[in-house]
């Protein structure tokens, strides 16, 4: 009987320690959801780049810039908190072309997670 409880018990720690490993992978701030989306073209010069993360992220340690094709930078404003777990930042009136964003967040976790996300501005002509 003892044996029988033993495995049962080893095989009850390992399942609990792969769900906490499992959610400790997940326990970082990655983005959702992208305004304009990474990878489309988009027709009209966007207002602004809005990112929504997988948890909350804390403002005073995070930043957004989008950059032209030649390394400038086309938003302007300071990072502004839409919701505790959505970010934006204003864009000067872009011209055709390409386009990415580098962001970098400090979520409420303390963790920093960063990536580069890419978009293009068509002329709007067909």
Request: glycine content about 8%; hydrophobic content about 40%; proline content about 6%.
């Amino acid at each position: 009987m003892s044996s029988k409880f033993s495995i049962v018990l080893s095989l009850l720690v390992l399942c609990l320690s792969l769900s906490g490993l499992r959610a400790a992978a997940w326990a970082h701030a990655y983005p959702t959801t992208v305004t304009p989306a990474d990878g489309p073209t988009v027709s009209e010069s966007p207002g602004q780049v809005r990112i929504q993360f997988t948890e909350g992220v804390e403002l005073e340690f995070s930043r957004i810039v989008a950059k032209s094709s030649a390394g400038g930078a086309v938003s302007q404003g300071k990072v502004q908190r839409i919701s505790p777990d959505t970010l934006a930042v204003d864009l000067r009136p872009l011209r055709p072309g390409l386009y990415t964003i580098e962001w970098q967040v400090l979520s409420v976790d303390t963790h920093i997670t960063e990536g580069v996300l890419h978009f293009a501005v068509s002329s709007g002509k067909k």
